[in-house]
Nanobody, 122 residues
Framework: VQLQASGGGLVQAGGSLRLSCAASGRTLSSYFMGWFRQAPGKEREFVAGIGWSGGRTYYTDPVKGRFTISRDNAKNTVYLQMNSLKPEDTATYYC????????????????WGQGTQVTVSS
């Protein structure tokens, strides 16, 4: 599976961005999908995850109520809608696919996108 993340950019605090993760090579419907982020000098952290059918979603506490993960299996794409962005959301965002089970651990993911930069100015 090849994953291509896009949609990052520079936005002011309080603004919104929508990230997309398009897959090729295999259908995403067999994978649990996650979004991670990594800020300079920090470890990569789990942001959000979504089950195979989209019925179950998971979020890290700092983004609950602001971010929404969704997927369109027909388009082989996963999205991350980010609202009310804060400067602390600044990071490179990565999408990833897990072929095993729902998990917030990066080591359990099999495929990774290249990352898209999100910068939130104060």
């Amino acid at each position: 599976v090849q994953l291509q993340a896009s949609g990052g950019g520079l936005v002011q605090a309080g603004g919104s961005l929508r990230l997309s993760c398009a897959a090729s090579g295999r259908t995403l419907s067999s994978y649990f999908m996650g979004w991670f982020r990594q800020a300079p000098g920090k470890e990569r952290e789990f942001v959000a995850g979504i089950g195979w059918s989209g019925g179950r979603t998971y979020y890290t506490d700092p983004v609950k109520g602001r971010f929404t993960i969704s997927r369109d299996n027909a388009k082989n794409t996963v999205y991350l809608q980010m609202n009310s962005l804060k400067p602390e959301d600044t990071a490179t965002y990565y999408c990833a696919a897990s072929g095993s089970f729902p998990t917030p651990l990066s080591r359990d993911y099999d495929y990774w996108g290249q990352g898209t930069q999100v910068t939130v100015s104060s």
